[in-house]
């Protein structure tokens, strides 16, 4: 079974530019978060989509950032306008609905470093 | 606010000693308590978790403690090998509200052959 896939693997762009990373969720998994790491702190909740809905957004930073679920199957974050402060390790992670066994279980994907400069 | 400390941030340890790692909390709403494993390249990756119902839950080398009084759990690695060169995080959700997990910064562990 496929895991989480994430692109890019590491993205380097000018700030004030856009940036769009994707997410390929663990198929059937009807939960779909992402997460940032900034350098040497705490990896820290974004948004949290069930299907294509967002759950929980709480921890979108500004409104530069915007999230979608196509078809409650693959999800993007974007970017716009990118600043240095957005620096750090994205991630993804899914999970089965709640009900199912193994719910409790995020599996994560590998990141996308992003670098704005 | 960090909802979750974790200490220390580094550890290095010799093959075949402990590895422990700490972990403390504040909201007591916190009912599930992960640990999650990190190689360099590859994201994070459940290793072991445990509910504040049981006090230790053991799986192969690795165990968890809780102390629920206190609001700390520890990982606890033992017999290490140089394999478990990693960083490990340490989680904890609140069921009830949804299902994000609030993280510690990480610890990186090096076990020495």
């Known amino acids: 079974e496929a895991g989480v896939t994430q692109f890019p693997s590491h993205s380097v762009i000018e700030k004030g530019q856009t940036v769009t990373l994707r997410c390929d969720p663990i198929?059937?998994?009807?939960?779909l978060y992402w997460y940032r790491r900034v350098m040497g702190k705490e990896i820290k909740f974004l948004l949290h989509?069930?299907?294509?809905?967002?759950?929980?957004e709480s921890g979108m930073p500004n409104n530069r950032f915007l999230a979608e679920r196509t078809g409650g199957t693959y999800s993007t974050l974007k970017v716009q306008p990118a600043e240095l402060e957005d620096s750090g390790v994205y991630f993804c992670?899914?999970?089965?609905?709640?009900?199912?066994?193994?719910?409790?279980?995020?599996?994560f994907g590998p990141g996308t470093r992003l670098t704005v400069l | 606010q960090q909802q979750v400390k974790q200490s220390p941030q580094s550890l290095i340890v010799q093959k075949g000693g402990i590895s422990i790692i700490n972990c403390a909390y504040e909201n007591t709403a916190f009912d599930y308590f992960p640990w999650y494993q990190q190689f360099p390249g590859k994201g994070p990756a459940l290793l072991i978790a445990?509910?504040?119902?049981?006090s230790e839950k053991k799986e192969g080398r690795f165990t968890i403690s809780f102390n629920k009084s206190a609001k700390q759990f520890s990982l606890h690695i033992m017999d290490s090998q140089p394999g478990d060169s990693a960083t490990y995080f340490c989680a904890a959700r609140r069921t009830n509200t949804g299902n994000q997990f609030y993280f510690g910064t990480g610890t990186s562990l090096t076990v020495i052959p």
């Open positions: 445990i509910r504040p119902d049981v």
């Open positions: 989509f069930v299907k294509e809905s967002k759950q929980d």
């Open positions: 198929s059937g998994h009807d939960n």
């Open positions: 992670a899914s999970s089965l609905r709640r009900g199912q066994v193994g719910t409790d279980t995020q599996y």
